[in-house]
């Protein structure tokens, strides 16, 4: 098993962060546009790939932990066959004005090509995640920052 | 033992990714302004960060590998002890216009904070090589993004 992991620091109350973690609205404010579903234990997310009116991409979650401003879980259940079975987690904590997140995709099967690809595609979100909390405008897809040649 | 694995896309030819990978001056182009040494196979590298005069880090590489237009590999004999027998490495392939790089920090003993913290780093780092390369001038330390309470 092979794990993603990044840390990044938020100039933000751990509430904020969590609240663009833990909704819908949240969501769809740096990962993806097309996030829909409901962000509640046992729930299901719905995350689209949208690239000019084609779909790029799409992932189905279980919502499996929501701890307000400390933790949330998915376990990828529908997508790409790389990512089912796998979690993505993100855990909180508090620096003095600065919220750390702690983030993983974690069980992944393979540290391959596409392992990376997503490695660094995360990492732009998560900074996509801070300029939400900080600024009120993140960069979700479809305008999400291309790192290479899969997108 | 864990790696850091990102995949990017630059829009040059591997020649000239290779060379900002495999010169001193192409590494102080992206990474840290300080970098010095020889870069070539049992040459040793130095890479020290920086900031308001005060340095805020140093490692120091063995190069192992240098296939020209292809790959790099360093090997870390002295840093943060996190990082002493760690590799780096660089592996180049074209598609078209672009030349994909996978970029590895491998063997870490631990996937702990530090790691996570290494991982958003590299992510940063990677675009400030495509900035380099594609625009001839990137961003390495100390003007480069700043991402948590760590830096």
């Not at 997310?45 to 279980?62: N, P, T």
């Not at 929501?66 to 904590?93: C, H, N, Q, Y």
Request: proline share 4%.
């Amino acid at each position: 098993m092979a794990d993603i992991i990044h840390r990044i620091g938020i100039k933000a109350s751990p509430a904020k962060v969590y609240a663009a973690l833990a909704t819908v609205e949240g969501v769809a404010g740096w990962w993806t546009k097309e996030t829909t579903g409901e962000s509640k234990a046992g729930g299901t997310l719905k995350f689209r790939f949208v690239d000019h009116g084609a779909e790029k991409g799409r992932m189905d979650a279980e919502v499996v932990e929501l701890v307000p401003g400390k933790a949330v879980r998915w376990r990828v259940k529908a997508g790409p066959p790389e990512w089912i079975g796998t979690d993505v987690t993100f855990a909180l904590s508090q620096d003095g004005d600065t919220t750390v997140v702690i983030f993983g995709h974690r069980n992944w099967r393979e540290a391959g090509d596409f392992m990376a690809h997503c490695s660094m595609k995360w990492a732009t979100f998560l900074l996509s995640l801070r300029e939400l909390v900080e600024t009120g405008k993140g960069k979700p897809a479809p305008d999400d920052l291309k790192i290479d040649n899969w997108n």
